[in-house]
């Protein structure tokens, strides 16, 4: 490497306002007991958030908290507390921390954190979902809702047959909702929630989009994760769509400047898996000091695929509420369908590598990923570096095996970068550098 | 044949590759095709419907080397996953022209896309089987689904499901089905006279039989079983849960009763067994596959039930069986397994019933330890 590469802190804005945002929604979760607010537990990927927002039912993330706890280092605790209780090392650490939260009694009523009144089980591609909520409605008591989506099996659109048996569950929850409530479900607020919604995917959209600038203006895999709150949870509310238009103006600001993330945009990256939480910061640097930034990722995808253009439709409000939970996310599409999804972001967001970070916790995004690897490396000639942690659980962070790995893979790339100076095609020769890493 | 004939017929049957099985039923049917199922379930009717021979993809055991499949699969994933990718990878499921998987657990659903994309030619075929248990649209959403596979088979093997065949199929089933649960009954009633293993062969045997003749050898074995001549021992009554899915080795079955139980029940092969009782044999027949899959599935680790809590089913089988407690076999790495022993336990806890737990990989080979702990268990039990 020649010169040092630099963190510009140029996210301190929307990062700020974000935070602020999240807070109020965790604020008013502490609130929901006393002031006799209905809440319903909810899953990230492909969620119907709107629907509870309209059905007067304050959304809970039990993802998100176990994600809190990670990135505050609090959740080895937890997932001690959940394993002395039976559940297995190689469990799902998410939903260890989660149970581990009730456990260490952090969660119930009177706790930071209530039961949810409803769980809503939107089994969106992972099973673990499944799980989880039978367990958290075990615990809480509260009622479970399980609403099946079937997986997106069929080429092309989400057949009329999965949209109607979706959009019939989902009248089953408003039905429901009505009965804990005690409130009339009114069609005309959810289309004006879905209108927000749609004024936040545009929002997000724009801005992965924004990312295929040299330099990107933000990091889509680190930095996304400011924006995943707005899109996942707060979708819907007017302030999430106005997140994204302040966000929006200050990354085309920074597009203007040619800013970007670092000091030097040297590798162009696209990142699949999630982050190890419990050490961000860490991970972050490794790929900060060779000038690395991810320019598209598969995870803050999770909740919704927005740029290849969807959105939902308040003139259709349950049918596309269903076609987003059918299609138009990362989690209920095949790991094959993933492949065709980074390879265009490599392709069109002009990548030199991609970068997989393989997570225990999380078979649904993990298992195969030596296929995966095998795909972009022999078939595709795309250099790829294929590493292990967790997004949850601190003891699978080894920083010197992930530090000796990134270091030999970015050297790699910078030696077959140098002598390939002045030959045609980013991607030419072979997979040399994801060898050197294996 | 008389019961032993049978059970060696069966065991030499478990013993030939996947592949072998489908090439020589195929050299008798000329122009037959096999589909083989990953577990836990698929409606073999529907493929037997469409005169395929219906048989179960189950892994390589301890017969296979993973030379490519665990480049694909890390080390924390499943061994049956990639002992069966790895079949594929050897050829040694060459001679089975289609696959179904389903959405059992994140890893076989991976599973499904990666073989699709690793075997190009194969028929691969994804189900996506209801969570919801009780809303009234999942029996129609479950039919149609099975109408969706049997569709498929007429572009990829040019053979179609009439109505008239399925129903002749599921008549088929209902009487493989009963026989396999008398054969249950019977170990309930007359552990001394068959032992785990050998229920298990019997069992296996029949994933790679056509159901016809497996009835067959299915009532030989009840007319003869019940005239072999054992006395009953002071031995544990079990139930063993959680080998749904990857398959145990037949030496852990054997330590089981070698460490003082009899295995009363269990969830093996589940599968070949699904239902509770009969699928209803008058209306549509897709119809009555989807409510059958809605209201008459076995418990199962791979399915929400939300009329029951998880630990009930379990408790049930523990009283219909006699048992006297729960020996817990989750796969390493099976989630599903893994997930479900916490909510299982609790609920045994609370109705008094006793349980220990051994986690198995299909290529386990030493048992030792294993039959320390089952002795000790069974010690504690007996002689308390
Ligand atoms: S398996 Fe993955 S998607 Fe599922 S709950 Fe765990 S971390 Fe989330
Ligand atoms: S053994 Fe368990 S985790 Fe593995 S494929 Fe089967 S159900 Fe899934």
Known sequence: MTTAVAERQYQGKVHEHSRRLMSDWMAALGRAEAEGVPTGAIMISGNCVELLRACHVLPMFPEVTALQNAIRHKSLPLILKAEQAGYSSDNCAYVKADIGLFLDGGMGPGKPMPFPTITVCNYVGCNVYVKWFEHLADISGSKLFMLDVPFARTAGEATQGDIQYVVGQLKELITLCEGITGKKFDIDELREILGHAARAEEGYSRAKHLCKNHPAPFDAYFDSINMMGPINVLRGTREAAEFFDVAIAEFEGLVAQKLGPLSEERFRTVVEGPPPYPYYKNFRNLFAKWGAVAVQSTYSTVGGIWEWGFRHDPRRPLESIAEQMLRENLTNRSITARYQQIKRYVEEWEADALVIHSIKSCRLFSAGQGDMRDYFTRELGVPTLLVESDLEDPRYYSEAQLKNRIDAFFEALEHKKLTAAGAAGRRGAGASPSEATR | ?384
């Open chain 2, 1 to 384: 044949m008389t019961p032993d004939r049978v059970l060696d017929h069966c065991r030499e049957l478990v013993n030939q590759p996947l592949g072998a099985v489908a090439e020589r039923w195929k050299a008798l049917h000329l122009g037959g095709r096999a589909v083989a199922s990953y577990p836990v379930w698929a409606p073999a009717e529907i493929i037997h419907a469409a005169g395929m021979l219906p048989l179960a993809l189950l892994g390589g055991g301890t017969s296979v080397e993973l030379t490519h499949a665990d480049a694909r699969f890390q080390s924390f994933v499943c061994s049956i996953a990639k002992s069966s990718l790895e079949l594929g990878f050897q050829d040694i499921v060459k001679g089975i022209d289609g696959f179904v998987f389903s959405n059992i657990c994140d890893v076989a659903r991976n599973l499904g896309s990666i073989w699709k994309r690793n075997f190009p030619d194969a028929f691969v075929e994804y189900l996506h089987l209801p969570q919801n248990s009780t809303s009234p649209g999942v029996p129609v959403y479950a039919a149609n689904e099975f109408r969706r596979l049997a569709a498929a088979f007429e572009p990829a093997f040019g053979l179609k499901v009439s109505e008239a065949a399925l129903t002749h199929s599921i008549e088929t089933y209902n009487a493989l089905r009963a026989r396999i649960r008398a054969l249950y009954a019977f170990r309930i009633a007359e552990p001394q006279k068959l032992s785990t293993v050998d229920l298990y062969v019997v069992l296996r045997a029949l994933t790679l039989t056509p159901p016809e003749a497996a009835i067959g050898w299915l009532d030989e074995l009840l007319t003869g079983l019940p005239r072999r001549d054992a006395r009953p021992r002071d031995r544990l009554r079990v139930v063993v849960e959680g080998a749904f899915c990857e398959q145990p080795p037949l030496g852990l079955l054997e330590v089981f009763e070698e460490a003082g139980c009899y295995v009363v029940e269990d969830d093996f092969l589940l599968g070949w067994r699904w239902f509770t009782d009969d699928v209803a044999t008058d209306g549509d027949p897709f119809d009555r596959l989807g409510a059958a899959y809605v209201n008459q599935s076995v418990p199962s680790s791979v399915r929400h039930e939300a009329r029951q809590h998880r630990a009930e089913g379990l408790i049930e089988k523990v009283r219909r069986a006699k048992a006297q407690a729960v020996i817990f076999t989750p796969a390493k790495f099976c989630e599903p397994a893994l997930f479900d022993y916490v909510l299982m336990k609790q609920g045994l806890e609370r109705a008094g019933i006793p349980h220990m737990i051994v986690e198995f990989e299909e290529k386990m080979w030493t048992f030792e330890r294993t039959r320390n702990e089952i002795e000790t268990f069974v010690e504690s039990m007996l002689f308390e």
